[in-house]
């Protein structure tokens, strides 16, 4: 007799010494109809049907592959947030007259993208990945567009935080001729990064949510809000730390309506999704990183609002808020991963959906084919 992995499914077989041959006679009506005990019948009547049945995939492997994305990607989704919105502050400081608010956010900008761009080309593994992603440009491509709208911002965030460096240390740099030409750079080097401050803060959360992922692809139209005002918390809180609080009212107007926009965007969000899709975001590790991010930026933008022009009420405001924008970013990433890791999160909404959309006559397209024969 052979033997096969799938022997264990079938029921146990009576010895061969019990075994006899069954008549019609000897069953009763209800055999007769197949209306036995649960695992009686022999395949060619209707068998009642089980009613708790644990909802799995094949082979127990997830139905969706989680992405391979680590620590390096949660800390560039961070920095990303911090670089775009304070070049957006910097350009606010640079209208209003506030040359150390400027200086520090430009400042801030040029350390972002110089921490966060080794962080993303880490997680590609191999440096060159990073310079093939530049040889096209694909508008249908988060990707691809991610990575020019970042390195158009780092070439004017750069030129823009040289020019900041070469005047705080009193035009010492060895630039010889080269000073006259940075000056006349400085101010539309400035605008481009400007210009691509919100791009750069919000396009990860697009990235996220044109994935497969449940939670992320369910959160993809609040993503981009919740990292938005998780970015102004970041840079602003930031800039609270390392701006005398006479110049940093910007700063402190940014934090409080990142707050604001943060939890209010967050909630949003949640209620938008699949239970299904958004109880990663509730649960576990990553839930507890969001719950704490939640509490952090109430607290900073409470002490922002209410004692703000005091400086070390103001640093740690500043710490609270930026704090608070790190988890969201974190635990976003880990809900994502962990949504995967149940097949009923994949599955279940998107039958929820499908149904939904035959119900409403929606069957000519190619997500929904007709109604089930």
Do not use: C
Request: aromatic share 4%; no cysteine; proline share 8%.
């Amino acid at each position: 007799m052979t033997h096969s992995a799938f022997d264990g499914y079938r029921p146990p077989e009576p010895p061969r010494g019990r075994r006899r041959r069954r008549r019609d006679g000897d069953r009763s009506p209800a055999r007769r109809r197949g209306l036995g005990a649960l695992g009686t019948g022999d395949g060619g009547r209707e068998m009642p049907m089980v009613e708790d049945v644990e909802f799995s995939s094949y082979y127990g492997r997830p139905v969706v592959k989680a992405p391979p994305w680590g620590a390096p990607i949660g800390l560039y989704l961070f920095v990303g947030g911090v670089a775009g919105a304070s070049a957006l502050l910097g350009a606010g400081a640079a209208l209003t007259d506030r040359p150390a608010l400027r200086r520090n956010a430009r400042l801030t900008a040029l350390a972002a993208v110089a921490v966060g761009t080794p962080a993303l080309i880490e997680d590609l593994g191999r440096p060159e990945r990073f310079l093939h992603m530049l040889r096209v440009i694909k508008p249908t491509s988060p990707m691809s567009l991610g990575t020019w709208i970042l390195s158009g911002f780092a070439s004017g965030a750069g030129v823009a935080a040289a020019a900041e460096i070469d005047r705080l240390l009193g035009e010492r740099l060895p630039l010889g001729p080269l000073r006259p030409v940075l000056r006349r750079a400085e101010g539309p080097a400035a605008a481009v990064s400007t210009v691509l401050g919100a791009p750069l803060a919000a396009y990860t959360a697009v990235l996220l949510g044109d994935t497969a992922v449940p939670t992320w692809q369910g959160a993809r139209r609040g993503l981009p809000f919740v990292f938005v005002s998780s970015a102004a918390l970041a840079a602003s809180g930031i800039a609270m730390i390392t701006t005398p609080v006479a110049q940093a009212g910007p700063a402190r107007v940014l934090a409080v309506l990142g707050v604001a926009g943060d939890v209010v965007a967050m909630h949003r969000t949640k209620e938008s999704m699949h239970p299904l899709e958004a109880e990663p975001l509730e649960t576990g590790a990553a839930g507890r990183k969001l719950r704490w991010a939640e509490r952090l930026a109430v607290a900073g933008g409470v002490a922002t609002l209410l004692g703000g022009r005091n400086r070390w009420i103001a640093a740690a405001g500043g710490a609270a808020v930026a704090t608070a924008s790190a988890l969201t970013r974190f635990g976003v990433l880990e809900a994502g991963i962990e949504s995967v890791k149940d097949p009923r999160r994949v599955m279940i909404p998107q039958r929820e959906r499908l149904e939904k959309r035959r119900a409403e006559g929606i069957t000519d397209d190619s997500i929904t084919t007709g109604p089930e024969s």
